[in-house]
């Protein structure tokens, strides 16, 4: 029996209330029909709720107050703002709540969800404007068994408890199949690539019949199929009681071993296997030596070819660890009564369950909801880890297991288990497109690494390996690759920017100083933007660019076997005009400007906008900081006659090995900054 508060009452829907009336669906029989239209992306058309609670972060005394004296929907709220909600400082949260009636089954409009809107403000700034707040939205899933009604109010079936469900089952086989059949994307194994071990994982029928595998050229003419898996170690403590293959317990692993002996994930991956009867697997905990430096490298250098050619690759966003499966599922739901005032024979009650945040897309647009695994696969452990980054793009096609719900993905579509039909971005779901097209691999692979950056890593110094397989098919060689960017468009890649707001006051300058110049702690040069964790993008145009430097070219050293993989130094030499910064460097106080906005002046005129990887004091000194200019393009200002030539380059400091500079920034110059380069004479310039 569910309990409210008399505050959460208001989700006891009254049918009357809202204007509804008797209604006869495709189908026949008694539905409800209500006075609303289509919800849009804004919401107009959902149902709001009398429900208003302002509470206070943390803690929220008020919410956790009616959670302990019994109100279960208070609890689930809760639970779902712990999980979900991104919190700084001390917050005043105003919570609002609305139904949402749209799309559901049979594409009739039904009770579908729930959403809570938290508008969030800085306590002490909400107590001078109490209109200042920025806003997050969580949505809850509204389902129901079989029975009236679910009929009445058109609820979506309940979640499945299994995700291998038989219509689940289903749909994948009808997918795998047409995809092979019809997909032009479908790749044959011409070249009978096979890993180097693989998992047999035998019928399962005696609980045995688990072992690893030699591959070797009898096995590679017949390419059997095999499935690859990516998922998540995760924490530290977790990823050393990982079941891994190490020099050590390599000869048992051959030997064979039990199903139950596995780690959790690795179960639920094999028993996906054998249900879609696929003799073999690929996990990298037990296919590679984890003890074992030099194998480890070797087999790291194959992964292109290791999840390319995998009939499909298992994705996990709906688990955070190896100790955690991902096929089970238990939501975090309450049954809330519902009673028709239109027909009062009509009672049973509806889950409201939690879906997590929620964001606008075309789709709610429509009125189709999303889940929360469609709608912010994002927020997932799987999604924020680099290595996964690589192995779901490189697959041809992958099944993501989602909390709530399970997808197939290749790259003609997404297909969820409710039938929904979507499509993502190319890199999204599958490499496909020619790649000798160099301005489309060009803004492909910059867009890529531009999302892959953010994520984690357990060692940084991953960073440049966790990406190799994505290196290894952009159709250039070794010699063409500098930790990240490329030497046909090496001017251009140089022009990449930190995001300001990824800068925070944490960020100190003579700790970055330090970092670049520690060499066990070395990721990459600091003149490529995999020198640490950080979101960034490119401020210039491939397309529409001039080179203003006389050359410029890259080296660097490989710290093992892989040559897309890591390195332990590298330099960039470059023929152009470097300049000292003209002044401190001060925010723009003018009416309009934005906050982050930092410029150098001359005579009084804005010379260059400047971002340092620091946090920068208010004026921050420009002593030993230096611009040089990479490359420049027109741009019509609104009041120019004329097109302006705007110079965009990078900002450097002396380290402190003599005639060597770190890359601390980048600039662009502003409508009379060109000029300051013009008067100037080309030099040499050793960058690390």
């Not at 293959?245 to 639920?268: H, K, P, Q």
């Not at 060009?442 to 060692?459: D, F, I, K």
């Not at 982050?596 to 000194?621: C, F, S």
């Amino acid at each position: 029996m569910t309990h409210l508060c008399e505050r959460c009452k208001v989700l006891e829907l009254n049918d009357q209330r809202l204007g509804g009336r008797k209604t006869l669906n495709d189908e026949g029989k008694e539905s409800l029909e209500l006075p609303f239209d289509q919800p849009d992306i804004d919401g107009e058309g959902n149902i709001p709720l009398d429900y208003q609670l302002t509470d206070i972060f943390p803690g929220f005394p008020k919410l956790t107050t009616t959670s302990q004296t019994g109100c279960d929907f208070c609890r689930l709220l809760k639970c779902a703002i712990d999980d979900f909600v991104e919190f700084e400082g001390e917050q005043v949260v105003d919570i609002s709540m609305e139904y949402r009636w749209s799309q559901s089954r049979n594409e009739e409009l039904g009770l579908t969800g729930l959403f809570v809107t938290l508008k969030l403000a800085d306590q002490a700034v909400a107590l001078q404007y109490p209109t200042s707040n920025r806003q997050q939205s969580l949505r809850f899933i509204i389902d129901g068994e079989p029975g009236e009604c679910s009929q009445w109010l058109n609820l979506r079936p309940p979640l499945i408890a299994h995700a291998l469900h038989p219509d689940n089952l289903t749909m994948i086989q009808e997918e795998l199949n047409n995809c092979q059949q019809d997909h032009e994307h479908h790749l044959s194994n011409t070249a009978r690539f096979l890993p180097t071990r693989l998992i047999e994982i035998g019928s399962g029928d005696s609980g045995a019949g688990l072992r690893l595998i030699l591959t070797d050229s009898r096995m590679r003419r017949k390419a059997p199929q095999y499935i690859a898996l990516s998922y998540c170690w995760g924490s530290r403590s977790d990823a050393e009681t990982q079941f891994k293959t190490e020099r050590g317990t390599l000869a048992d692993r051959i030997a064979g071993f039990s199903f139950d002996s596995m780690t959790s994930v690795m179960r639920d991956a094999v028993t996906v296997a054998r249900a879609l009867s696929i003799p073999y697997i690929w996990i990298d905990a037990l296919c590679i030596i984890q003890d074992d430096g030099v194998d480890w490298q070797r087999e790291s250098m194959t992964m292109a070819d290791v999840y390319r050619q995998a009939h499909i690759t298992i994705c996990t966003p709906g688990s955070s660890s190896c100790h955690q499966g991902f096929l089970e599922r238990k939501p975090k739901s309450i049954a809330i009564p519902f009673k028709s005032h239109i027909n009062p024979e009509i009672t049973g009650s509806y889950n409201v369950r939690v879906g997590g945040r929620t964001i606008a897309s075309n789709s709610i647009a429509e009125g189709v909801d999303l889940t929360y695994d469609e709608l912010y696969h994002g927020r997932s452990s799987w999604s924020q880890r680099a290595w996964t980054f690589q192995e779901g793009v490189l697959s041809t096609r992958t099944l993501h297991f989602g909390s709530f719900e399970l997808s197939y993905q290749c790259s003609s579509h997404i297909k969820s288990e409710s039938g929904l039909i979507s499509y993502g971005t190319e890199f999204e779901i599958g490499i496909s497109h020619d790649l000798a097209n160099a301005p489309a691999r060009h803004a492909m692979w910059n867009e890529m690494m531009s999302q892959y950056m953010p994520r984690h890593l357990t060692h940084e110094t991953d960073r440049l390996p966790a990406i190799s397989g994505l290196a290894r098919i952009m159709d250039h060689g070794p010699k063409d690759y500098y930790a990240g960017l490329w030497r046909q468009s090496l001017v251009v890649d140089l022009c990449w920017i930190r995001y300001a707001d990824d800068i925070s006051p944490t960020d100190i300058k003579d700790e970055l100083l330090r970092r670049l110049e520690n060499k066990q702690l070395y990721v990459a040069p600091s003149w490529s933007w995999a020198v640490r964790r950080q979101n960034f993008e490119h401020w210039i145009d491939i397309n529409d660019y001039r080179d203003e430097t006389r050359s410029v070219s890259a080296e660097t050293t490989l710290y093992g076997l892989d040559p897309f993989g890591r390195v332990k130094d590298g330099l960039l030499t470059v023929r152009g005009i470097v300049v000292p910064l003209p002044s401190d460097i001060v925010r723009d106080s003018s009416s309009g400007s934005l906050p982050d906005n930092r410029y150098v002046y001359e005579k009084g005129r804005q010379i260059a906008q400047v971002r340092l990887y620091w946090w920068m004091e208010d004026p921050e000194t420009g002593a030993d900081l230096s611009m040089l200019l990479l490359t420049s393009y027109l741009y019509a200002f609104d009041t120019a006659r004329r097109r302006v030539r705007m110079g965009i380059g990078i900002i450097l400091h002396p380290s402190k090995t003599s005639g060597r500079y770190f890359r601390v920034g980048a600039f662009r110059t502003e409508r009379y900054g060109f000029g300051l380069f013009q008067r100037s004479s080309y030099q040499t310039v050793r960058i690390i």
